[in-house]
């Protein structure tokens, strides 16, 4: 099938850190043309039209027109906690005090199967709604967790990585596995999931306070096993847990040393958070092509800190945006810059909304081993991809009409923004929301609650 898109078009093909305004691409008006699924060509809309004309007069040709509307890659979210959904917005605590109060009595109930698919349901919704078109998700230590979840996926064509939590020490009895289940739970479920249609896996042990050194070796022999498959965990979030981190492991140089003794930094090992980092830790996951996913909205909620992007790019250390729901107080990548901007506004260091969706996608995508795959619109590439509201509302409608250059009219979106500001969500070229649901309010209160 061939399909043409007409917008507003712009997408990122580097870091504006290091190419500054050639980082962008900006076409208006401008066209993409999609070929079963996949971006054949971004560009100027009369060019395209031009260059592909027979192409576009056969009669299978599809024209979509949202001239005017601004379209970008679909966002990618790389650290959120799919079981966490309905605790999302939970008072009070910080990490430790919110695990054992509010995260832990939640993933409980995810050894029921049919409890799980209805969350995963929710929460797959809940992304398209918000232009999110890939994730690397938390499971729960349920296998069930990470079945319900990818069955959901894939009825959505969607492109998720996902896994089973490892934890076998340091909490509660019922979310607790062993070395040895830990690694034959993941094992079956790579060898069921991982590069099925769009999915793949990730060895996800929670953080090293709940993994033995013994899970820890074990995480290493699946990644050996199976070397494309991710590493997916925690990294240095809040003072108390990196003092917690001393006293298990009182010979560690550090936070990172102990994944990386372990052997678990490695190109395709995504670390939420890193915000109490050393100068050493920082190389390291340069050297090892590892990447850190930035939360910010929740780092703010939870009260664990300010994320040093400064660094990072000093150090040319790979770096996505992360929603961390529920930690994280929102699903919308638009919100998640918001408060990415103010915690780098906090340091001195001003963050452009070039820089913002710069994370959202194309630095998702090399953070997630991706580039190519998804995260822009170079030839080749999946066609996922949203398509913003030039009014979601009276008043950003006024507010974008007010902005003087392209610049402008992303950071208001950005920073203005959210799930209203998404008109329609495309997978693999279709529109994907609203994707039917069986949830509605009262449903929700009958089934969930």
Aim: aromatic share 10%.
């Amino acid at each position: 099938m061939i399909q043409l898109v007409l917008g507003d078009i712009l997408d990122m093909v580097g870091d504006p850190a290091k190419l500054g305004g050639t980082a962008h691409r900006y076409f208006s008006p401008g066209a993409l043309l999609i070929e079963d699924g996949k971006i054949t060509e971004a560009g100027f809309a009369d060019e395209l039209k031009q260059k592909y004309a027979p192409k576009l007069s056969l009669e299978d040709c599809q024209v979509i027109d949202y001239c005017g509307h601004l379209i970008t890659p679909g966002f990618i979210d790389t650290h959120i906690h799919y079981p966490q959904t309905e605790m999302i917005a939970a008072y009070g605590e910080q990490l430790l005090t919110w695990l054992e109060k509010y995260a832990f009595p939640t993933e409980m109930q995810f050894d029921d199967s049919d409890y799980a698919e209805k969350i995963a349901e929710l929460f797959l919704n809940e992304l398209l709604n918000n232009g999110t078109t890939t994730a690397l998700v938390f499971g729960t230590v349920h296998p069930e967790s990470v079945d319900a979840f990818f069955k959901q996926a894939q009825k959505r064509h969607l492109r998720m990585i996902a896994g089973k939590v490892l934890m076998d020490r340091n909490c509660p009895d019922n979310l607790s596995d062993t070395a040895e289940t830990g690694y034959l739970e993941s094992k079956a479920l790579i060898e069921k999931w991982h590069n099925t249609d769009r999915l793949s896996y990730a060895i996800t042990p929670r953080f090293a306070p709940t993994s033995s050194p013994e899970q820890l070796a074990k995480c290493r022999d699946l990644l050996n096993e199976y070397p494309d498959v991710y590493l997916h965990t925690h990294l240095s979030e809040n003072k108390a847990e990196c003092d917690w981190i001393k006293s298990l492991y009182p010979d560690a140089t550090n936070y990172l040393s102990v994944y990386d003794n372990a052997g678990l930094v490695k190109k395709r090992s995504v670390f939420a958070h890193g915000i109490h980092l050393d100068e050493s830790e920082y190389q390291c996951l340069a050297n090892k092509e590892a990447a850190i996913s930035h939360c910010p909205t929740s780092n703010l909620f939870i009260g664990s800190g300010l994320f040093n992007l400064a660094k990072c790019e000093q150090h040319d250390v790979k770096v996505g945006l992360g929603t961390d729901v529920g930690g994280g107080s929102s699903f919308s990548m638009l919100q998640t810059y918001n408060e990415a901007y103010k915690i780098q506004q906090l340091q001195n260091h001003t963050m452009s909304a070039f820089k913002g969706l710069y994370l959202a996608t194309l630095g998702g995508a090399r953070a997630l081993d991706l580039e190519g795959t998804i995260g822009n619109f170079l030839p080749g590439c999946e066609a996922d991809f949203i398509v913003f509201d030039t009014a979601p509302t009276p008043f950003l409608g006024f507010r974008l009409a007010k902005c003087q250059d392209l610049h402008e009219r992303l950071f208001c979106s950005l920073m203005l923004g959210d799930d209203r500001m998404i008109k329609q969500t495309y997978i693999l070229g279709a529109p994907a929301n609203p994707f039917p649901s069986s949830f509605t309010a009262e449903s929700a209160q009958q089934e969930l609650v």
